[in-house]
């Protein structure tokens, strides 16, 4: 009988552990949850952080609070959120800029694709070739001309070293040999002030970003960096009609430290696929002009290793370093 009695603890204390987070699970969350995001408020990262945030608070009955944490691309908001607990209280807004730090920077005190546990993708959205309207050209071969006239001379501006601007500008550079200078702002929001005032004067942003700044005049659009002709501005061109090949796009989603429990990522990942799905929330990432990213963690986490394996070529290729 001790010897029965023995091995129906050591059974029941095994399984402990896999009761405990089922339990957390159930009744996850029990108190605020933070969204980290590494970019200054009124980019993308953040209106997609607010908005799924939003659906997330109203359907698990806690305040889902984004915290803006911008720096070094990213970086340090990264880094914050994957040596932090793995409690699922402390989340990350995952961006483009994930995937090209892991080549773009030669130390980070972390490794993306190891250390964070994928949820669920947001969006994946175009970006749009513009230019402040001092710049008088009005197509991309325009554009292409007056560049090379004028090495060094136009300022780039990005929303900081390692996004997806900054690497689109790169790689647009070396398929037709312009000199562009590399302006990294904290953010979007800032770059887009300076782009406004005609200090920078083109800029490869994304299109949730700039898209009423474009639709106004304020900015002028060249093309659209995707395959694909945009809905959103359906007179501005593809970037590949002029520039064989060319392609780029930027991601949104949103992950948690490894270790994370497996019932958390999958309740959080469940709400995310429930919110992509939600004609109130598809009309807006509608009018943000972005496709949105249904499906497991498990696609998420090979999306994020597919674009770190193709920005790593394009980091490459262009001999991108931060400025």
């Known amino acids: 009988m001790r010897r029965r009695e023995f091995i129906t603890f050591i059974a029941a204390a095994a399984a402990l552990p896999a009761v405990s987070r089922i339990t957390a699970a159930q009744t996850y969350p029990m108190w605020p949850v933070r969204l980290i995001s590494g970019f200054a408020a009124g980019g ?69 694709i190891r250390d964070a546990a994928p949820i669920a993708g947001f969006i994946r959205v175009p970006q749009v070739l513009e230019v402040h309207p001092s710049v008088p050209v009005k197509t991309v071969p325009e554009f292409i001309s007056y560049a090379k006239a004028r090495p060094g001379k136009l300022n780039m501006a990005s929303a900081g070293n390692g996004t997806v601007q900054h690497v689109a500008g790169e790689l647009f550079k070396v398929m037709t040999g312009v000199d562009l200078l590399h302006v990294p702002y904290r953010g979007q929001a800032p770059a887009l002030i300076d782009m406004l005032g005609g200090q920078d004067q083109v800029m490869f942003d994304t299109a949730p970003a700039s898209i009423e700044y474009l639709k106004s005049g304020k900015l002028r659009p060249q093309a659209v960096t995707t395959r694909m002709p945009f809905a959103a501005l359906p007179d501005v061109p593809v970037l590949a009609d002029f520039v064989p090949g060319y392609e780029s796009s930027a991601l949104y989603g949103i992950a948690a430290p490894k270790n994370t429990s497996p019932e958390i990522v999958a309740k959080l990942n469940e709400e995310i696929n429930a919110a992509l ?22 696609d998420f986490g090979k999306l994020i290793a597919d674009e770190t394996e193709k920005w790593a070529r394009v980091v490459k290729l262009s001999g991108a370093k931060p400025d």
């Open 277 to 298: 799905s939600d004609p109130s929330v598809k009309a807006r990432l509608t009018e943000l002009g972005g496709t949105a990213l249904p499906g497991s963690s498990s």
């Open 44 to 112: 993308p990262s953040d209106i997609l952080a607010r908005l799924i945030g939003q659906w997330l608070s109203e359907r698990l009955g806690q305040p889902f609070v984004v915290e803006n944490r911008p720096g070094a691309a990213s970086n340090i908001a990264t880094e914050a959120v994957l040596r932090g607990a793995a409690d699922g209280y402390t989340l990350l807004i995952v961006t483009s800029a994930n995937t090209i730090n892991a080549t773009l920077y030669d130390r980070l005190n972390y490794n993306f």
